[in-house]
């Protein structure tokens, strides 16, 4: 009958959307596990030793490297913490000024040319990128705090001690919607079930990644068969009032649609997968 095909139907779509939803949220979790790994390598290797055992081409020959474990992420980098009045000492032994991440003309930030930035303007701490992954190479010297998201991300990372998200948001030089996941690492002298201020206060930089959403998930569902047959959409749905779309199209028949729940792992945050058929039964 008529009812039962719908029923299989439906059923089918449900299946096939919870398999997508299981496949994303593993290679996510997957990938933050190794972004994790990486905060405790630079705490060990550059904080723990003197002299550091890496500088920016082993951190980039690293990275690269072992880029296959973090499936979704489009780069990684380190930032350092600096204050105000270490500013001149850091600025004096890395050769550069600490730059503004937003300026007037924002063409000229999605480039993303370093010349293109203005030197940051005074603050309390400033959170320059000092290691880079080779394809986030364009962020080295910019300070992640005069950035919205990052900041965010910053503060909330550093008092948590848990790998934290950003909303969606437009990535630098990329004309993509994508997320960045940070790590603070502290150090040693942080106790365990430390306070929030003693977090902030044994804070010395911040391991991040960026996940280039729609590259990166097309990736993924390419691997998957019956990409003809739906269409999957995934929402930021922190917000109730306003889901963000992070990835997805147009197409399909969005009155008989499936929602499939996505654990990203940052419990402030809340991800949904959509999935239709492209085509009317
Ligand atoms: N990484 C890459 N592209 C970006 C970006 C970012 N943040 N922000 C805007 N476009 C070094 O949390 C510390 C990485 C931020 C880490």
Wanted: charge should be negative; glycine fraction near 4%; include cysteine.
């Amino acid at each position: 009958t008529n009812e039962k095909i719908i029923s299989i139907r439906r059923e089918t779509l449900a299946n096939m959307c919870d398999e997508r939803a299981r496949v994303l949220q593993d290679q996510f979790n997957v990938s933050l596990n190794h972004v994790h790994a990486l905060s405790i390598l630079v705490s060990t290797f550059h904080h723990g030793k003197t002299p550091s055992a890496i500088d920016q081409k082993t951190f980039g020959e690293y990275t690269e490297r072992t880029n296959f474990e973090r499936p979704l992420t489009s780069g990684v980098a380190y930032a350092l913490k600096v204050t105000h009045s270490d500013r001149e000492k850091f600025e004096k032994e890395h050769g550069w000024t600490i730059k503004k991440m937003e300026t007037e003309d924002q063409t000229l930030v999605q480039d993303c040319v370093p010349e293109n930035f203005d030197p940051a303007p005074i603050q309390d701490e400033y959170a320059p990128v000092i290691f880079a992954q080779e394809t986030v190479s364009h962020i080295i010297s910019l300070d992640m705090m005069s950035g919205e998201e990052d900041r965010e991300n910053i503060l909330r990372a550093r008092a948590s001690g848990k790998g934290v998200l950003t909303s969606p948001f437009k990535l630098l030089k990329s004309n993509h919607l994508g997320v960045v996941l940070t790590f603070a690492v502290y150090d040693t002298s942080l106790p365990p079930n430390a306070t929030e201020e003693q977090r902030v206060e044994a804070t010395i930089g911040y391991l991040g990644a960026s996940y280039d959403m729609p590259s990166l998930v097309e990736k993924l569902l390419q691997q998957l068969a019956s990409k003809q047959t739906i269409a999957v959409d995934v929402y930021d749905t922190t917000n109730a009032s306003g889901l963000i779309k992070m990835y997805g199209s147009e197409i399909g028949d969005i009155s008989e649609q499936h929602i499939s729940s996505l654990d990203f792992g940052d419990p402030s945050r809340s991800h949904e997968m959509h999935c239709r058929f492209k085509h009317k039964l």
